[in-house]
T-cell receptor, first 114, second 112 residues
Framework: NAGVTQTPKFRILKIGQSMTLQCTQDMNHNYMYWYRQDPGMGLKLIYYSVGAGITDKGEVPNGYNVSRSTTEDFPLRLELAAPSQTSVYFC?????????????FGPGTRLTVT | GENVEQHPSTLSVQEGDSAVIKCTYSDSASNYFPWYKQELGKRPQLIIDIRSNVGEKKDQRIAVTLNKTAKHFSLHITETQPEDSAVYFCAASGNTGNQFYFGTGTSLTVIP
């Protein structure tokens, strides 16, 4: 199992550009999450999904969009990038069945908007 | 929503000493409390977690305690080693487990 994979690892965007951060998991997990981590801070939830076709906003959704057309993929779309979106983005997944709530994180995408 | 506060933000201990990190939460409906370790440039990894129906859980040198009445939980690391140096995050989840709210992290340095 590759677990949770993210692409790209690094990206530099100019203000106003758009991009999609890719996230894929091969564990057949129902739940998937997108977080951002600013320097010296904890993780803030952007969006989450409880299954294919279902998404919902987290704490900091403004400026982002998501879709979940398959169980495996959960892309995060940034429209009109702003410097405030400079951050490290982590995707995570968890099973949603059984008693475990453990989240498995991807390696992260470091995004700089200049 | 939930609000999780974590203290201290930095902690230095001598190798072999114990380290304690504390978190408080605001939503009494939260019922799952994980702790994550994040090494520099790496992804967060779960090290221990506790459910609200349990007061304490231990895994070798790591333990977590939960006080539901006071709405706080703590991470205890005994016999610290240099490889324990990392940033530790606590988190809390509501009763559905759909959203997780993280503390701001504690940077632990173990001095050899």
């Amino acid at each position: 199992n590759a677990g949770v994979t993210q692409t790209p690892k690094f990206r530099i965007l100019k203000i106003g550009q758009s991009m999609t951060l890719q996230c894929t998991q091969d564990m057949n997990h129902n739940y998937m999450y997108w977080y951002r981590q600013d320097p010296g801070m904890g993780l803030k939830l952007i969006y989450y999904s409880v299954g294919a076709g279902i998404t919902d906003k987290g704490e900091v959704p403004n400026g982002y969009n998501v879709s979940r057309s398959t169980t495996e993929d959960f892309p995060l779309r940034l429209e009109l990038a702003a410097p405030s979106q400079t951050s490290v983005y982590f995707c995570a997944s968890r099973s949603g069945t059984g008693s475990s709530y453990e989240q498995y994180f991807g390696p992260g995408t470091r995004l700089t908007v200049t | 929503g939930e609000n999780v506060e974590q203290h201290p933000s930095t902690l230095s201990v001598q190798e072999g000493d114990s380290a304690v990190i504390k978190c408080t939460y605001s939503d009494s409906a939260s019922n799952y409390f994980p702790w994550y370790k994040q090494e520099l440039g790496k992804r967060p990894q779960l090290i221990i977690d506790i459910r609200s129906n349990v007061g304490e859980k231990k895994d070798q040198r790591i333990a977590v305690t939960l006080n539901k009445t006071a709405k706080h939980f703590s991470l205890h690391i005994t016999e610290t080693q240099p490889e324990d140096s990392a940033v530790y995050f606590c988190a809390a989840s509501g009763n559905t487990g759909n959203q997780f709210y993280f503390g701001t992290g504690t940077s632990l340095t173990v001095i050899p």
